[in-house]
């Protein structure tokens, strides 16, 4: 393992899983990623790599089937298989966040009857909360889900769903008429069990299709109709409705310590590039790793890559010893996408023309760091959640 991104005080059980999730980044995933990407194709026999291994029971208790790994661990395998391909990391991502849900929030028979399934990736899962429009503003969805007897009608739609085709199981968040003046007081989560696919998969609930993007490319992100889907109430996550935003705040709470993994991740993949390539390019009768210019370059990005990891790691421990990580991960995740940003893009510097050019990796790693910037809430957001909790932690008395 390089010096950069260690990690301390680890168990001998977590060493060996990092150590296989780095064997197979480096023989399974790296070698075909960028192809894979370039077509957008589902990385089919990668995820059923990932089966085998037990990646989508990770943090799973072992009484469910699973390996019952703290977030650490969780967060640490995302950060190798980001460097591997991001959009690997993407497909185990929302699966994490719905069987935290589940396993913090949900009612016993919801996590018998689903846990077991997601541990062995035959249910997986994915999360909705964004629409069209209401971008971080979670207090106002409009997705509407009414009461018809012993179940609910759900109608709306549903933005930037991951896994929205390849999942088949959703935990969606609706309005409900729960009477509170709060408008976030009258949001319920919804456990949506459905056929993988495009199209009309079931009576009210169509997937259109893949948006095209940029960059993380290869998982499926989609929209998602509601036309009265019908959904019963054994269904509404924890069996209470109005509970909705505190349950996804909790889960997008850890998923930003998922996004400063694979920040953390993509950088390091950036730096192995940036400072491989450096040594191999000769201007001037020498490497042009030998030249000042691009010496403090590399300086520049290993300790960027190193603070990155150390805050996302502190996050994730924080999270795990079951204290408020809302400051950490917020941190995190905002020094990780920003500092992801500036080692690709000066990995893409390095590089020269060459960096342009498809053939090499960086361009792949170049299209896929600014997804970063945004998902589980923008730079902005994260630094919102930052100073408010700094304005309560240093607040002046009288």
């Known amino acids: 393992m390089s010096r950069l991104a260690r990690t301390d005080g680890l168990t001998e059980i ?31 026999d990668i995820v059923e790599g990932m089966k085998e291994l037990g990646l989508f029971g990770i943090t799973i208790a072992e009484e469910y089937g699973g390996l019952g790994e703290s977030l650490l661990t969780y967060a640490l395998v995302v950060e190798e298989i980001a460097r591997g391909w991001m959009s690997v990391s993407g497909i185990i991502n ?4 719905v069987a935290h849900l589940l396993a913090q929030h949900g009612t016993q028979e ?33 997705t509407k889900a009414i009461r018809d007897g012993d179940d609910f009608l759900l109608n709306g739609q549903k933005m930037w769903l991951t896994n929205g085709a390849s999942s088949n199981l959703v935990a969606v968040l609706c309005r409900t008429d729960d009477g509170h003046d709060a408008p976030h007081k009258n949001l319920t989560t919804f456990l949506v069990e459905k056929p993988a696919g495009f199209g009309t998969v079931m009576p009210g609930l169509t997937i259109p299709g893949k948006i ?12 998602m109709f509601l036309d009265d889907l019908r959904v019963n109430g054994t269904n509404v996550l924890g069996g209470t409705t109005g509970r909705g935003f505190y349950q996804m705040m909790d889960g997008v709470e850890v ?29 001037f009768g020498k490497p042009i790793a030998q030249h000042q210019a691009i010496a403090f370059k590399l300086a520049e990005m290993a300790t960027k890559v190193e603070a990155a990891h150390l805050m996302m790691v502190n996050a994730a421990r924080r ?28 990995a893409f510097r390095i590089h020269g023309g060459y ?15 600014p ?22 932690e240093y607040k002046l008395d009288g």
């Open 14 to 44: 977590q060493r060996d899983i990092i150590a296989a999730v780095r064997s197979f980044v480096d023989q399974r995933i790296l070698p075909y990623a960028t192809e894979l990407e370039h077509r957008d194709e589902y990385p089919t």
């Open 94 to 97: 929302t699966h994490f966040i």
């Open 110 to 142: 919801q996590r018998d009857r689903l846990l077991p399934r997601m541990a062995t990736g035959e249910v997986r899962g994915a999360f909705s909360m964004s629409e069209p429009g209401l971008g971080s503003d979670v207090a106002a969805i409009r």
């Open 212 to 223: 095209d993007k940029m960059g993380y490319k290869g998982v499926d992100t989609t929209e």
């Open 255 to 283: 998923g930003r310590v998922n996004v400063a993994a694979r920040g953390c991740g993509v950088a390091r993949r950036a730096f192995e590039l940036g400072i491989g390539y450096a040594q191999q390019r000769s201007t």
């Open 319 to 346: 999270k795990d010893s079951g204290e408020r990580n809302d400051l950490e991960s917020g941190m995190a995740k905002y020094l990780a996408a920003e500092y992801c940003k500036e080692v690709v893009e000066d």
């Open 355 to 369: 960096g342009f050019a498809k053939e090499y990796e960086i361009e792949r790693l170049y299209r896929e760091a």
């Open 371 to 392: 997804m970063l910037l945004i998902g589980e809430g923008t730079a902005e957001i994260q630094k919102m959640i930052v100073a408010r909790r700094l304005l309560e």
